[in-house]
């Protein structure tokens, strides 16, 4: 019966239209070109058409194609989808935040949250994976644990999902509030780094979302090894989830520094292409009470960022059900600012947006089942010869 069930599910998932969205322009026109037998010229004219309808004006249905053929409408629809994964609960706010809980498949859910009045206008705040495998001690979704990585198309459709409930069509249109993407929602970009720049070269594309990659910013807890590739594939703006000035405090609170040490982590910051003073590298550092925010911390903060670009975001530790820590008194995270900025670093103290919705930075934990991946490997795979 498992067997049946298993076989039934890839039947299911090979009948299926292919989604569109979070195709490359080129996987696109390949896509284009095999399924409908295009030449090339032919390819690259109906993937220009498809691209902007989608991506510029925000279409669901191929029938809205206007400048697309009739016929050649009818062929897109039978082989393909535009459809959006679905927003289960849409929360606002008192200052404005919205946090979307988005559907990607049964039990598959991850949340992404539009902050206005940040960046240029407002961000999206999206995620890479459901769950998270880092258990950050201070972060409300390391408690959750990893599902699976998100395709390019599920990250993209968090960004398509938050711009049809801000009315933010076309994306050509001249007051924007979207004006930024950062990858801090759920999970590690880094070890999604294929999918993550794939997303990037989608929402970057000027035909399109036209999103600058100066407004791109993708965070890390500091996954050294594929910090290079990422500047070098996406061109993105980089955060380094900090957090702690010296090792054995960073091995507590951030478990990857056991693997990559401050010193190695620091140096990859230092040679990450395109980092200037006019591509600054953020440090985020969350604010714990009798943790890490003596003056003495500061003062080591400013030490270890020597020689690297940088400004430093102080963000006030915002609780969650049984957290092990507290926030920070305000005097205290304001004499840490003081000591970081007469050193020459922006240091803002981030406003915490989106508390009473459980939206704020470190506080988003899905609902979702967990599957396993055995599961998941054992639905990929053909039924055996000898299933009845």
């Not at 049964?106 to 240029?120: H, N, S």
Request: glycine content about 6%.
């Amino acid at each position: 019966m498992v067997k049946l069930e298993l076989a039934q599910t890839l039947k299911d998932q090979l009948s299926r239209p292919e989604r569109l969205i979070g195709l490359t322009r080129r996987r696109l026109m390949e896509r284009l070109s095999a399924d409908l037998g295009l030449s090339p010229k032919q390819a690259k004219m109906r993937t220009n058409q498809i691209w902007q309808w989608i991506y510029n004006f925000g279409v669901t249905d191929f029938t809205a194609m206007t400048n697309i053929a009739k016929e050649m409408r009818a062929k897109l629809s039978a082989l393909y989808t535009l459809d959006r994964p679905r927003i289960v609960e849409r929360q606002i706010s008192t200052d404005g935040t919205r946090k979307y809980l988005i559907a990607l498949e049964e039990g598959i859910e991850v949340e992404a949250v539009f902050i206005p009045g940040v960046g240029r206008k407002g961000a999206l705040c999206v995620s890479s994976q459901v769950g998270c495998t880092l258990n950050c001690r201070f972060c409300h979704t390391g408690t959750q644990g990893l599902v699976r990585n998100l395709t390019a198309g599920e990250i993209v459709a968090q960004i398509l999902v938050c711009k049809d409930d801000i009315d933010e069509w076309p994306s050509s249109k001249v007051d924007r509030d979207l004006s930024n993407i950062v990858f801090m929602g759920m999970g590690e970009p880094l070890y999604n780094v294929e999918n993550v720049a794939d997303a990037i070269e989608i929402i970057a594309d000027d035909e399109g979302i036209a999103l600058s990659r100066r407004r791109i910013t993708v965070s890390t807890s500091g996954v050294v090894s594929e910090m290079q590739r990422l500047g070098e594939m996406t061109q993105a703006m980089l955060a380094i989830s900090l957090h702690a000035t010296h090792d054995e405090l960073r091995d507590q609170l951030v478990p990857i520094n056991r693997k990559h040490k401050l010193a190695e982590l620091m140096e990859a910051c230092r040679t990450y292409p395109g980092a200037s003073n006019a591509r600054r590298i953020t440090f985020e550092y969350v604010m714990l009470k009798g943790v890490n925010d003596s003056l003495a911390e500061a003062r080591a903060l400013v030490k270890l960022l020597q020689g690297i670009p940088a400004k430093i975001n102080l963000i006030p530790f915002n609780p969650w059900p049984d957290a092990p820590y507290q926030c920070s008194d305000w005097e205290q995270i304001e004499a840490f600012a003081e000591i970081v900025n007469q050193a020459g670093y922006a240091s803002p103290i981030r406003t915490p947006r989106g508390r009473d919705i459980a939206a704020a930075c470190g506080q988003l934990k899905s609902q979702s089942v967990k599957i396993r991946a055995s599961q998941r490997r054992k639905a990929a795979l053909p039924p055996s010869p000898n299933t009845v």
